[in-house]
């Protein structure tokens, strides 16, 4: 063995100094084909098998070195993707082939010598797999690990697939490496001693194949004798056995029997504890009884007291929903009634413009505003005696909370967020007075532009400021108050079915004059503008600047001119055109101030 060892250190240094040269001498990438290489890898595979023990199964006897190989995987994770690879080759069917795929693609990686490093450094995992006096268990192995070191320089670009790694004969040609030492004169004598080392091959791959035999041979039969060995120990140690397990049985039947009459003298005892226990229980049990009973009492009155406080929280937040519903009505109704002004405003500035016909009519309506006036001056009355019955509801509410501070806590933060509200609602109320206020303000400004009607206006105020005077005066005419509120429903809706009757006005003349308006443009469109000729215009009409080649002539759709690029950029779908159309700028502005007044 030791022999063996020296001798495979010493080829596996020869490989790889005439790889390096070679290398060196070609490149430092080599392929598949390269002979060193090939030569390297047959040297490396012996050095793997030196010393391997034979696994035994059912099939045959097993000898290969891609077991400790795949060792690596769990002591270097960085070699799980080549154990990985090497197991997905569907091409690979034996142990040989996986061991010389994984050292093709650790050669690749320049990562060998690393992983064979890991190997030699756990030598306690290497024992189930080799002898102790392998090449891999002594010192050559580490040798062996800095030789490889050195070829990390190469890169080699090896192609698994389509090679049989399977079969392939791994023997070393000896040729490589005394050409070097010897001197040849002759072709001759290299023929002489190419045969020599041909036989000397074959020779020794004979030897080899009968000392593997040998071995197989002589592992079988000292198998065979341990087991034969291990058959006899076992009969002698059955037979002790069942003398033991005899004697046994006898313990165990006389413990029986002890243990029987142990068992009655025990039951007899539970039976008298048994009788003691079920007293003290059933005593245990009324006492239990009562006490439940007035645990059950105090829940029913607690349930109730939390009923009842369920009832409150309920009505509670019902008055506050009541609360926040009526806020949005009457926010929705502020916003409605602006709306409706803003348009009514719109309607009427469009009636005055459009037609002087509706003259008669507008001012009918302005005599019923007259009407709404006066109307609104009495609600405003009505709304100090409604603001004073709310100072006097406040000043209830503050002798009601101070009857009520010794309720609880819940109450009082309900009552302060009612009162917060209630500020809130005020704070709206001074809001919509203020409103009135500026309605009022924009009203007297129209009546300042209406120079005819100002006469009228302040006879109707002074009627009006006597009129409140005597209101002022008279505190006793509660009776006529209600009829005035009858009447103050009956006028709002009068006023609102006028309202409605002016939107209805407004539309319908909105639509006729949209109507005529287009059927204006199609008759122009239907007579045709003055469609000037190009030889006619020498200037643009509007920047007023000579055409020439840069500064092209074109024609307006609309008005019919002609104008530059720059003054006729815009496009617009005219009625008389379905697609948008060349327009100048002018016309442009002219039509979006049509659009935009339509769409108002």
Not at 40 to 53: A, S, W
Not at 103 to 109: S, T
Not at 111 to 135: C, G, M, R, T
Not at 562 to 589: G, M
């Amino acid at each position: 063995m030791m022999e063996e060892r020296a001798n495979l250190m010493h080829m596996m240094k020869l490989s790889i100094k005439v790889l390096l040269q070679s290398a060196l001498s070609l490149g430092r990438s080599l392929d598949a084909d390269h002979a060193p290489l090939q030569q390297f890898f047959v040297v490396m595979e012996h050095c793997l098998k030196h010393g391997l023990k034979v696994k035994k199964s059912f099939i045959g006897q097993n000898k290969s070195f891609f077991g400790p190989l795949e060792l690596v995987e769990k002591l270097c994770p960085e070699a799980s993707d080549i154990a990985t690879s090497v197991r997905n080759l569907p091409e690979l069917k034996t142990a040989v082939g996986r061991g010389r795929a994984w050292l093709y693609l650790a050669l690749m990686q320049k990562k060998l010598a690393d992983y064979l490093k890991v190997l030699i450094d756990n030598k306690h995992l290497l024992s189930e797999f080799y002898e102790p006096e392998a090449l891999m268990m002594e010192e050559e192995g580490m040798v062996i690990v800095g030789l490889l070191v050195g070829l990390n320089v190469l890169d080699a670009n090896l192609c698994l697939k389509g090679e049989d790694l399977d079969s392939q004969v791994g023997v070393i040609d000896f040729s490589l490496y005394l050409k070097d030492v010897q001197d040849l004169d002759g072709g001759k004598e290299h023929e002489r001693i190419t045969d020599v080392l041909d036989q000397k091959n074959y020779v020794e791959e004979l030897n080899r194949h009968l000392s593997c035999t040998v071995g197989d041979l002589q592992t079988k039969i000292d198998g065979l004798e341990k087991t034969n060995a291990k058959l006899q120990e076992e009969l002698s140690a059955a037979t002790d056995r069942i003398c033991s397990l005899q004697e046994e049985q006898q313990q165990l039947r006389e413990q029986n029997e002890l243990i029987r009459e142990r068992s009655e003298k025990s039951v007899e005892i539970t039976k008298q504890d048994t009788k003691v226990e079920l007293e003290t229980y059933k005593q245990t049990r009324q006492g239990l009884d009562e006490m439940y009973s007035d645990v059950w009492k105090q829940l029913k009155e607690e349930k109730k007291v939390r009923l009842e406080l369920e009832k409150e929280l309920e009505l509670q937040i019902g008055m506050k929903m009541e609360m926040e519903i009526a806020m949005k009505l009457l926010e929705k109704d502020t916003h409605e009634k602006q709306d409706t002004l803003v348009a009514l405003r719109q309607q009427l500035e469009e009636v005055k413009a459009i037609n002087l016909q509706m003259f008669h009519k507008v001012q009918n309506a302005e005599s019923s505003l007259q009407q709404k006036n006066e109307a609104i001056t009495s609600y405003e009355g009505k709304t100090n005696q409604v603001m004073s019955s709310m100072k006097q509801m406040e000043e209830r509410l503050q002798h009601s909370e101070r009857a009520r501070q010794g309720a609880e806590e819940r109450s009082h933060k309900l009552q302060q967020e009612l009162g917060g509200r209630v500020s809130a609602l005020q704070l709206q109320l001074s809001q919509l007075h203020e409103q009135c206020s500026s309605l009022e303000k924009e009203l007297k400004s129209e009546k300042e532009q209406r120079q005819a009607l100002q006469r009228e206006l302040q006879h109707e105020k002074d009627t009006s400021s006597l009129l409140r005077t005597e209101l002022q005066q008279v505190e006793g005419l509660k009776k006529e108050l209600r009829e005035l509120q009858e009447e103050k429903v009956e006028l709002q809706k009068v006023c609102d079915e006028q309202e409605q009757a002016l939107q209805e006005m407004g539309l319908h003349l909105s639509q006729s004059k949209l109507k005529m308006e287009d059927i204006k443009e199609v008759n122009k469109a239907l007579k045709g503008h003055t469609w000037l000729k190009d030889d006619e215009a020498t200037h643009c009409k509007q920047c007023e600047k000579e055409f020439s080649i840069s500064r092209r002539k074109h024609h307006c759709r609309n008005c019919g001119h002609i104008f530059c690029n720059t003054c006729s950029s815009n496009e617009l779908a005219l009625p008389s055109y379905p697609k948008p159309v060349r327009v100048c700028d002018n016309c442009h502005t002219l039509l979006l101030q049509r659009c935009s007044s339509t769409a108002s």
